[in-house]
């Protein structure tokens, strides 16, 4: 009985080590409107995410009439968007279908936007 309680509390202290080990954050975050105040929190709640968890692996995925968030010239958040396209850990991806009903090509993106076959 003697030898059974240290083994027991050596496989407890195992256990809750591994417990306690936080899983990694990956967060898709999922954009359809068109309101320019909408495209503002979108970045700035991804931009305090990244700042707060600096290994989460975070998305935003853009489609609808969310589209001119990542145009070019249409973008009224683009100093925002190559902030975060920066960041190593951020992916900003468009929808391909979007794009396409928008008529707007890869030339038309700001630098950093990927495309999805389907949002």
Known sequence: ???VIPL???LMAIASTSWSQAKPIKIVFDLTSGDTLDHQVALRHISLEA????DAQLELVVYGKAMPIF???QSTVAKGIQELASNKNVSLRVCAQTMKHYNVTTNDLLPGVQT???G
């Open 51 to 54: 700042k707060a968890h600096p």
């Open 71 to 73: 145009v070019k010239d």
């Open 1 to 3: 009985m003697k030898k």
């Open 116 to 118: 999805v076959p389907d």
């Open 8 to 10: 027991f509390l050596f």
